[in-house]
């Protein structure tokens, strides 16, 4: 890429190995070491991009080969690494997990492929003498499109413990252990059922930060991995445009309940034309004077119901805006404060929008987890009839009643996962689109045109019939 900065992919034997506190303590790190860090996250993920952000002080991205394609990734990380000094890539899962089974589709090895960056592979180490080194080896030797450079050893039980690693990587011709961090070294990062606790400033603090930048200080040889780094080979790729000006208002909800948002998503809405108004259906008593149009993400309005519920003058507001018919685009959460309410795990029912005529309920346990693909039965807010849309979908919540049941509601696009199951799904009414997939919207520029065309559009009626 075109004047690209150094990269390096931390990558994992598997989920719960440590990489999100590897990357966020080299992000702290470097950071202090007065490098601009640039940050990423494979796969589709919205907290750990949070986390990144905090820890480096800039927009962490998603890089998602399945939902976005090969070029799209190629090109976000080339245009947001021009001014960065480094890059990194947090991974997702395990080194080889993706979309598929059979193949690295979607991947951390396959983004590092793509960016032809070295990778950092982060094991847990527990318990673990020469036989990490076979371990490794097989991640070494399973694909030879990725190339790992490094090995990250963690929850170690003492230096010793990284002596011993250290030489049984040597001698067995393999990648040099760069971090062998000690069990506590790292500060605990509180877990939610969806992942790490809902993140900002005041779970990631700067005290948590410089704990994980010190740790990282101690147990790596973040000079090796700097100069591992330095590796990437460059590419050329073109400039994202620049936005075009708003022409249309819309109100982006935003708050402790709702923040499941991508950056290039948010940007792409802006370069079509859009001003994009924050409002909290938390705190705000009513939405945004003049807007055009609503988007409404997902995050974790169950956690946050009472105090949602409580607020009857926002969602008075809502549902008034929503039958003004204005383009309402509702994600996952956004689906679920749009419906008459939720009933959380202990039982308690708390109403909310009504927008949408049926209840929402949380499960203990996944319902929906996956990439998905959304084919348009007919025109609607994201685009036209037999257009596609790709997107992941996850979910504790389900819907106690079916909305296409209900007068005026219908099904929008049929989903597919990847597994093959197929369902009716993008509850549509109107200019309301509600649905449990969260789409890649920065890679789909036709829906991102349409939405605001359609904000557009309903904007002019409004004036020509005022006037």
Known sequence: MNGSCPAIVVAGSGSGVGKTSITLGLASA????????QTFKAGPDFLDPTYLSIASGRKSYNLDTWMCGADYARNLFADKTRDADIALVEGAMGMYDGASPTN????????????????????????????????VKGFVEFERGARIVGVAANFLGSEN?????????????????????????FPELSSRHLGLVSADARTLT????????????????????????????????????????????????????FHFYYHDSLEAIERAGATLIFFSPMRDEALPDGLDGLYIGGGYPEVYAEELSRNTSMIGSVAEFA?????????????????????TTDGARYPLAGVMPVWTRMRRSFKTLGYATATLRRDTLLGGQGETIRGHMFHYSELVEDPLRCDGWSAAYTVRRNRGEEMAEGYSRGNILATY?????GANSRAVESFVERCRMTAHLKEVTNG
Do not use: F, W
């Not at 039958?323 to 009933?343: D, N, R």
């Not at 997939?437 to 919207?441: C, N, V, W």
């Open 30 to 37: 470097l950071t202090r070491r007065g490098m601009r860090v």
């Open 104 to 135: 690295s589709a979607g991947s951390s090895a396959e983004i590092a492929e793509l960016l032809e960056a070295p990778v950092l592979l982060a094991l847990n180490a527990k318990g673990a003498g020469r036989s990490l080194a076979a371990v």
């Open 161 to 185: 413990h990284a002596r011993i690693l250290r030489e049984a990587l040597d001698s067995a011709g393999l990648p040099p252990l760069m971090a062998g961090v000690i069990k506590g070294a």
């Open 206 to 257: 700067s005290a948590i930060i410089a704990q994980l930048g010190s740790a990282i200080e101690t147990h790596c040889d973040v000079d090796a991995i700097v100069s591992a780094a330095s590796s990437v080979v460059p590419r050329t790729a073109p400039r994202l445009p620049e936005n075009s000006g708003g022409q249309v208002r819309i109100g982006i909800a935003r708050d402790d309940a």
């Open 323 to 343: 039958e003004s018919g204005k383009p309402v685009y509702a994600e996952c959460g956004g689906l679920i404060y749009l419906s008459s309410g939720v009933e």
């Open 437 to 441: 997939l969260h789409a890649s919207l």
